[in-house]
């Protein structure tokens, strides 16, 4: 017994490595430097490894890093359903669904290095990535690799040029040279993967370093200091009311021009809504709410400056927003206090909407998530972003970090300032390259005041989505491409076997 246990250990310690390093440089750890070498133990092993080994080495690692990056969602559905095995299921089922696409990806690691493609090894880890982003029903742009450089904001600017997949492209680049070097492959190999990792850091410096004319724009953030996912209605009412008009009320004082507030915030499904805090012309309002009664009801930005205007949310969050199979499967949201109704997503797709005289890029809680909403606001002439969160139903774990952190690369893909309002935090500003104007403690009520620069001509770079889109379509096409050249006899002979 204690042979196998060890034998399975030296089979699987580079997984085992990968996955403990990848997950250190993420929250609630943050040693964010560690990415660079992450990946390093799994990328020299799937040198030697067959197809069914490739699986085995990819799915172990994403199994194991998804039981970290997912374990907000067992908290969550303790303090929803106070049932802790039960609670097991959908964190244990997630990781175990998250893993084949890492199984998928080791596949497509190994045919680039059967190819000798090596440079091509971060495009297919991006593509993937790309993949489990927009996969239909279940999307979820969770745990990439680029995540957790947002504290250097220097080194993600080129996702301005390819969004934030590139930026994980170019952090497997980095592990991939290490494994090259460690490997004493030859100068000839080495140097494309030298040069595409230089060339990238190049990029992201000197686009760090530009700037664009522009004009200050003085905003307040609002972050009510309120729990909007538990507790009582009416004292939440009372406590919105109170906090809301004192935020608003020093805005107007310190010479705001707009308020942006949470999701939900409105606490009423009116149109135009009437929410629980006083409206006021002098300061103009951008908040989220709902609209629509029955079974068409939306989460919805709604801006007030006089006139009412709203954008509908896109994207909707699963077994939050929606149950896909609600009616065939009645079961699942009785055993887990589901919502009993389904939101309904935006039949308009992504609306800008004009609040004081400037055009706002409103992003709620889960859209702040896609690069493609943020890009679409730019697109339809959006000045500056505004996601509105209510991250309080993950306060506690390491959830919130995470989507704190996709604020800032939404801000660098685009090209524009970008605020986000929590109602408990994270509340912040950045400007174009992802660098903080002020960010608010969390819990505490109070307003926000900065100067956004918001530019006068467009920012955004047309060609942003050809690398994603490309990176996905070579992760499908790769295993059916040419040149795959037959492993000589002594090189299978020495395969590592991880069993």
Not at 146 to 164: N, R, W, Y
């Amino acid at each position: 017994m204690a042979s196998h246990v060890k034998q399975w250990f030296l089979n699987r310690w580079p997984s085992l490595l990968s996955a403990a390093l990848f997950s250190l440089a993420y929250p609630p750890f943050n040693l964010w430097p560690l990415m660079f070498v992450a990946m390093v133990p799994m990328l020299h092993q799937l040198r030697n490894a067959d197809s069914r080994q490739a699986w085995k080495i990819g799915y172990l690692f994403g199994f194991l890093v998804f039981l970290g990056q997912m374990y907000w969602l067992y908290a969550l559905a303790v303090h929803w359903i106070h049932r802790p095995f039960l609670s097991l299921i959908p964190w244990v089922i997630t990781a175990l669904l998250e893993g084949l696409f890492f199984g998928w990806v080791a596949r497509l690691v190994r045919h680039c290095y059967l190819r000798n493609w090596q440079v091509l090894i971060p495009v297919a880890w991006a593509g993937v990535e790309v993949c489990r982003s927009y996969i239909p029903v279940v999307a979820l742009p969770w745990g990439l690799a680029a995540t957790p450089l947002v504290h250097a904001p220097i080194l993600i600017q080129s996702a301005h040029f390819g969004t934030i997949y590139l930026v994980s492209a170019w952090v497997v680049l980095i592990n991939l040279v290490i494994v090259q070097l460690v490997a004493g492959t030859g100068r000839s190999k080495q140097r494309p993967l030298y040069l595409t990792a230089g060339a990238l850091l190049l990029l992201s410096v000197v686009y760090y370093r530009s700037s664009a004319p522009s004009d200050s724009f003085p905003v307040t953030v609002g972050q009510p200091g309120i729990d909007m996912a538990f507790g009582d209605r009416k004292v939440r009412l009372l406590d919105i009311s109170q906090n809301v008009d004192a935020i608003s009320s020093k805005a107007l004082a310190d010479g705001s021009k707009l308020l942006v507030l949470p999701e939900g915030i409105g606490e009423d499904d009116n149109d135009p809504p009437r929410p629980p805090f006083k409206l006021d012309r002098r300061i103009p309002m951008l908040f989220g709410g709902q609209r629509g009664k029955g079974e068409v009801v939306y989460q919805t930005a709604f801006s007030f400056d006089g006139r009412w205007h709203h954008a509908d949310k896109t994207r909707l969050v699963i077994f939050g927003e929606f149950i896909p199979g609600r009616d065939s499967f009645p079961w699942i949201a009785k055993t887990f206090d589901l919502p009993s109704g389904d939101l309904t997503a935006s039949k308009l797709g992504v609306k800008s909407v004009e609040v004081g005289g400037v055009m706002a890029g409103p992003m709620l809680c889960f859209e702040g998530l896609f690069p493609e909403v943020s890009y679409q606001q730019a697109q339809n002439g959006a000045k500056f972003i505004a996601v509105m969160c209510i991250d309080d139903w993950y306060m506690g774990t390491p959830a919130p970090d995470q989507l704190r952190a996709a604020a800032f690369f939404r801000a660098v893909e685009c090209g524009l300032p970008l605020v986000r309002s929590a109602s408990q935090g994270s509340t912040l500003a950045l400007d174009a390259h992802g660098n903080s104007l002020g960010e608010l403690p969390l819990r505490q009520a109070a307003g926000l005041r900065v100067n956004l620069q918001l530019p006068r001509e467009p920012t955004l770079f047309p060609l942003l989505p050809v690398f994603p889109v490309a990176s996905m379509l070579f992760a499908f096409v790769l295993p059916w491409l040419p040149g795959r050249p037959k492993p000589r006899a002594s090189e299978a002979d020495s395969q590592t076997q991880p069993g």
